[in-house]
């Protein structure tokens, strides 16, 4: 093998073992970062030309070429060869094709492939979080308007799976736009701490020519340095915090499928998946399966698997750049992809389904209104863990009595109970009426579930 094709050749002259080079090569998959290295390049080369370490000729030739290759790799035409073991060597080896080794050959003055890394990977990141928040605030958007247009559904609301109390459709909506929207601020928080330059720390300890960090950085749209060398190489917190935000919204994303698939089934009958988002049975003809909610829930393991996995492989390097490091950019990749086609289909899926607002209102139950009847003796000045007793003792009664419902008890029943249920006690069994003495924030009163859906608006704006 020849030393001469490799460009850290020159000390190291046996051939390798021709597994390692497939072992070890990352271009298959960190060619994805193409652009984010040559931009890198592009800035970091007029921050040498300022220092006169390139003259202005030498510049522009330079940036003609890096200009040429990002073409060749928008139109699928850079040729790959033998010996591109990242897309940093790929690129610089063909930068010396176009414009000739003499110049090429200066490019990577002070720089070392591991602050070039660290600064292409905040890069491509940034860029990527930035599109994430574009879809992600769609999704909430899409959510929104859903619920402020379906105001007026009642359906059960749950606690161990079990009916609990009457909520509208658009307050079990707005939770979930609430946690996606929390998300959302989340990511922007996040994006800020990617938003640093470690370019110009060189291999770990700096930068011999005093190139000046300040201004690579804020030619990068970075807003500021990371302060250390050592820390710029070593550090993919920014890695570890982007896989873990993944992990937390898909987390969500799994509980939202959850709760629709468990809506979908025949026996709830609450909504119905469009047919863009389910499938037939390859046997029973009768069966709709919710797949992609069946997806979105599946797809939330293999992202934590990609967090717990980089951690792992991180958690005891010494410092400061180790090999290891070039495993954060697979998981990275497939997380990022996987989360950008989760927030895709459950945008589609939320906006497509129907619902079957008879069914929602149907399965409501009397006895979810067990708690407002506690309330009405509590507006007539009765203890509240009184109440709790008396109501118990009326489902009690309505049960043994096999009734329908505790609505169904007559006056003279409840008041047996307690003689101081009126003849307004009927008044308590109203689902609409329920919902709407909970107008406190956060509630499900029409009034309260509007102003939560205006709030997460006011976020996103
Ligand atoms: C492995 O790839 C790195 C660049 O990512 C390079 O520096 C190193 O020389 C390669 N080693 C072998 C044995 O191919
Ligand atoms: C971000 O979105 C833009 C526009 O759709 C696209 O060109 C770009 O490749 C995306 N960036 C990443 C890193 O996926
Ligand atoms: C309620 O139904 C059960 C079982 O069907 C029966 O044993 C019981 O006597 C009934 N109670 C009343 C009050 O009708």
Known sequence: MSAPAKLW???FTGATDPLMNLYNASLPYDKKMYAADLEGTRVYTSGLQKIGLLTEEELSEIHRGLELIKEEWSQGKFEEKD????????????????IGRQIAGKVHTGRSRNDQVATDMRLYVREQLGNLSKILKDLIETIVKRAESEIDV???????????????????LSMYATYFTEDFNRLQQIIERVNVSPLGAGALAGHPYGIDREYLAENLGFTGVIGNSLTAVSDRDFVVETMFWSTLFMNHISRFSEDLIIYSSGEFG?????????????LMPQKKNPDSLELLRGKSGRVFGSLSGFLMSIKSIPSTYNKDMQEDKEPLFDCLITVEHSILIATGVISTLNINKAKMEAA???????????????????????THHISGECVKLAEDENLSG?????LEQFKKIDSRFGDDVKDVFNFEASVERRTATGGTAKSAVLKQLKNLKDQLN
């Open 364 to 386: 409501l139950t009397m006895d979810m209104l067990a708690t407002d009847l506690a309330d009405y003796l509590v507006r007539k000045g009765v203890p509240f863990r009184e």
């Open 154 to 172: 009642l359906m059960p609301g749950y606690t161990h799976l079990q009916k609990a109390q009457p909520i509208r459709w658009a307050h079990w």
């Open 83 to 98: 010996g591109d073991e990242d897309i940093h060597t790929a690129n610089e080896r063909r930068l010396g094709e176009i």
């Open 270 to 282: 609450f909504i119905k998946l469009a047919d863009a988002y389910s499938t037939g049975s390859s």
């Open 406 to 410: 505790i609505d169904q008890l007559t």
């Open 9 to 11: 050749g020159g000390r």
